[in-house]
């Protein structure tokens, strides 16, 4: 069975480069372009992981992160966060997030995180 991961990035090209190549891969992928357009997703579909930015606008990745684990279906979806804000690492401990992934990273890198989690 093919698995579903939903990318949420603000950011056009990375989001675009991001579905390309994990779809290349054989994964479903679907994206939003923040957090609120994430959990709206979330609303109607299950992805088996979610590959999420932390910087966006209208929702950012904190904000996402924090719905998500309000809901008992969506808090156990392997959950991994990607950005280049000094100290995401450090604050991204307590919301309790499957992997952390500091940009700029390697697509190798976030395949081999994707193919563990997935």
Request: glycine share 4%; no cysteine.
């Given at each position: 069975?093919?698995?579903?991961?939903?990318?949420?990035?603000?950011?056009?090209?990375?989001?675009e480069?991001?579905?390309e190549?994990?779809?290349?891969?054989?994964?479903?992928?679907?994206?939003?372009v923040?957090?609120?357009?994430?959990?709206?997703?979330?609303?109607?579909k299950?992805?088996?992981?979610i590959?999420?930015?932390?910087?966006?606008?209208?929702?950012?990745?904190?904000a996402?992160?924090?719905?998500?684990?309000k809901?008992d279906?969506w808090?156990?979806?392997?959950?991994?966060v990607?950005?280049?804000?000094?100290?995401?690492?450090?604050?991204m401990?307590?919301?309790?997030v499957?992997?952390?992934?500091?940009k700029?990273?390697?697509?190798?890198?976030?395949?081999?995180?994707?193919?563990?989690?997935?």
């Amino acid at each position: 069975m093919t698995k579903k991961i939903l990318v949420v990035e603000d950011d056009n090209s990375i989001r675009e480069l991001l579905v390309e190549f994990l779809e290349s891969e054989g994964y479903f992928v679907d994206s939003a372009v923040n957090g609120l357009e994430g959990i709206k997703y979330l609303k109607g579909k299950t992805p088996d992981l979610i590959l999420v930015d932390l910087m966006m606008p209208v929702m950012d990745g904190y904000a996402f992160r924090t719905e998500q684990l309000k809901h008992d279906s969506w808090k156990n979806i392997p959950t991994v966060v990607m950005s280049a804000e000094a100290n995401a690492r450090e604050k991204m401990k307590k919301f309790n997030v499957t992997a952390f992934l500091s940009k700029p990273v390697e697509l190798e890198t976030i395949l081999q995180t994707v193919e563990r989690f997935s």
